[in-house]
């Protein structure tokens, strides 16, 4: 019996300044193990630009992203 062997893509996240995670730091990545001081202290950190502004080039709106992948995982129109 043979097992397929399946590839799965997934793309990488940014940190709270919406960069890609490997120009972050850790000051500016969010860990599983985060303390909740720090958590709360990046969360307030977090790049997003209010509505109408555009984004930088190169950044994404990280609190948005951070929303749509941990808080709604689920829904497909974040």
Same mark, same amino acid.
């Given at each position: 019996?043979?097992?397929?062997?399946?590839f799965l893509y997934i793309p990488t996240s940014h940190d709270i300044l919406g960069q890609p995670l490997i120009m972050s730091s850790a000051r500016t990545r969010i860990s599983i193990h985060e303390a909740e001081k720090s958590l709360s202290k990046k969360i307030r950190k977090m790049y997003? #630009?209010?509505h109408g502004q555009e984004i930088n080039k190169?950044?994404?709106?990280a609190l948005l992203e951070y929303f749509k992948y941990s808080v709604f #995982?689920?829904?497909k129109t974040v």
């Open positions: 019996m043979s097992k397929e062997i399946l997003a #630009p209010p190169g950044r994404v709106n #995982p689920g829904l």
